[in-house]
């Protein structure tokens, strides 16, 4: 009963803000489904990673499994560089170079849209204020102050726009934030695992000459 409850006065609440609440819903859901996928990522990804050297020895040894045992980031920059590496130790840093930006980009892809969503609620949520307002100002107009419900209305409209367009931006904003936050240390974490990783490969050419 009490469920019932809370899912009519949430329908009550989702009418009261008019049409710019359908697209709040739409904004908040492609915003909330990006966001939790990229968490879940970050959270997968980071439990696997592995050393260099234990990255090479596992890439050398394990071959099958290794691909399932370390982050895709991790798999795909080793794979890339030792398929690439050759004698040309420069070449070989630009190559690396480019294969490590290319994944940095792919770990903050998403984390740009999640942070426009979020600040893009707010907006919404005035266009609905103003709207609200306009069918206020409208109803006077008409009526004068006399009619209480169609006053009420718009004024319901207006506010709940509002309400909902901060509701959804504050959570979106703090989680972008967490989530940008996050990138930005996976960068570095893959930019000094290709300088050891760097390090190892040249180690073992130079071994071998």
């Excluded at 504050?170 to 996976?186: D, F, H, Q, S, W």
Aim: proline share 3%.
């Amino acid at each position: 009963m009490q469920q019932y409850n809370i899912l009519e006065l949430l329908t009550e609440h989702f009418q009261a803000g008019g049409d710019i609440m359908i697209a709040l819903l739409i904004l908040s859901l492609i915003m909330w489904t990006l966001a939790i996928y990229k968490s879940l990522r970050f959270f997968r990804e980071s439990n696997k990673e592995q050393s260099p050297d234990n990255c090479l020895r596992m890439y050398k040894n394990e071959p099958e499994t290794c691909r399932t045992k370390l982050p895709v980031w991790q798999f795909d920059i080793l794979s890339e560089h030792m398929d690439a590496n050759g004698n040309d130790p420069d070449l070989n840093r630009e190559l690396l170079k480019s294969i490590r930006v290319r994944h940095e980009f792919a770990t903050m892809c998403n984390i740009g849209t999640i942070l426009i969503l979020a600040a893009a609620a707010p907006l919404l949520g005035l266009l609905g204020t103003v709207t609200g307002m306009i069918s206020t100002f409208d109803v006077i107009a008409q009526f004068g102050t006399g009619n209480a419900r169609a006053l009420a209305s718009g004024i319901s409209e207006a506010l709940v726009t509002t309400q909902s367009g901060l509701v959804a931006a504050v959570p979106g904003l703090i989680l972008g934030g967490i989530l940008l936050r996050k990138g930005e240390k996976l960068k570095s974490r893959m930019e000094l695992f290709c300088i050891c990783l760097q390090e190892q490969t040249d180690s073992l050419s130079n071994q071998k000459g």
